[in-house]
Nanobody, 119 residues
Framework: QVQLVGSGGGLVQPGGSLRLSCAAS????????MGWYRQPTGKQRELVAT???????DYADSVKGRFTISGDNAKKTVYLQMDNLKPEDTAVYYC?????????????WGQGTQVTVSS
């Protein structure tokens, strides 16, 4: 089992910045990928960015060049630096982890943190 605790959301004006953090606990040695998804009100959850234990990153096209994912692989923490925020970035952001035990994979989610971009 893996537990995820995310933090760092809030209210920011367009063009501003926020940094989200997520720490994993439990069976962290089973984690292969961590990242962030978001869910705007009334819409489906969507990928924002992911980071593998090997250091590979993946970003949604809508955030490329504005968001940066980083992390500490040993501690299984992940960060999302969000710059030049836009109103369309408003959503609940969920920390995510993919865990493997043998050939059995599991997805884990944090509790979600609200990011609101508004003037």
């Amino acid at each position: 089992q893996v537990q995820l605790v995310g933090s760092g959301g809030g209210l920011v004006q367009p063009g501003g910045s926020l940094r989200l953090s997520c720490a994993a606990s439990g069976s962290i040695f089973t984690i292969s990928t961590m990242g962030w998804y978001r869910q705007p009100t009334g819409k489906q959850r969507e990928l924002v960015a992911t980071l593998t234990s090997g250091g590979r990153t993946d970003y949604a096209d809508s955030v490329k060049g504005r968001f940066t994912i980083s992390g500490d692989n040993a501690k299984k923490t992940v960060y999302l630096q969000m710059d030049n925020l836009k109103p369309e970035d408003t959503a609940v952001y969920y920390c995510y982890a993919e865990s493997w035990v043998g050939r059995a994979g599991s997805d884990y989610w944090g509790q979600g943190t609200q990011v609101t971009v508004s003037s």
